[in-house]
């Protein structure tokens, strides 16, 4: 039972580059999120989905751009990489809205340069 | 703003009890208190949570106070492992807003 995968582990990228975060889960959860963390900080929403299909912004969505085509997988694209978002990047999932409890993923190292 | 507050650091000697606070004066009727730590830079792990009973499961004890304005995550034996900044998050479970807001946390370090 792997929980929640994300790929890479670790990426550098040069400004205005772009690239794909994939997070993968195998509990049959509806709910996925994608969060950001900077150094010495808590984690910030960047975008979540309630179900296959659907997409939702969260507390920081500029910059980056979500999918959700099939349920087991969320992926997080950015278009134009900035040195702003080189950042460590976590992947969730829930079963519902979370109320049990979120299961992430161990993160990607992101680093713009 | 977060809306709990926690102590930066704390120490705890291997086998001891951890008892860690959290202060949520401002938590409403429905917010659940949730924990949850980070180890090293891993991803966060859940540990608990509960509404107004305390709760007890294989990881930790949460004891909520009667006013509900604050609560203590207990780590009854703490090992090595247990090094890890935890988080303490006010959460309405089906608050349709799923965007947990966390703090700085607290990072505990046991030392043998």
């Not at chain 2, 705890?12 to 180890?39: D, F, K």
Request: with cysteine; aromatic share 10%; glycine share 10%.
């Amino acid at each position: 039972n792997a929980g929640v995968t994300q790929t890479p582990k670790f990426r550098v990228l040069k400004t205005g580059q772009s690239m794909t975060l994939l997070c993968a889960q195998d509990m049959n959860h509806e709910y996925m999120y994608w969060y950001r963390q900077d150094p010495g900080m808590g984690l910030r929403l960047i975008h979540y989905s309630v179900g296959e299909g659907t997409t939702a912004k969260g507390e920081v969505p500029d910059g980056y751009n979500v999918s959700r085509l099939k349920k087991q997988n969320f992926l997080l694209g950015l278009e134009s990489a900035a040195p702003s978002q080189t950042s460590v990047y976590f992947c969730a999932s829930s079963y519902g809205g979370g109320t049990d409890g979120y299961t992430f993923g161990s993160g990607t190292r992101l680093t713009v340069v | 703003d977060a809306k709990t507050t926690q102590p930066t650091s704390m120490d705890c000697a291997e086998g001891r009890a951890a008892n860690l606070p959290c202060n949520h004066s401002t938590i409403s009727g429905n917010e659940y208190v949730y924990w949850y730590r980070q180890i090293h830079s891993q991803g966060p792990q859940y540990i608990i949570h509960g509404l107004k009973n305390n709760e007890t499961n294989e990881m930790a004890s949460l004891i909520i106070t009667e006013d509900r304005k604050s609560s203590t995550l207990i780590l009854p034996h703490a090992t090595l492992r247990d090094t890890a900044v935890y988080y303490c998050i006010v959460r309405a479970p089906m608050d349709s807003n799923y965007q947990l807001i966390w703090g700085a946390g607290t990072k505990l370090i046991i030392k043998p």
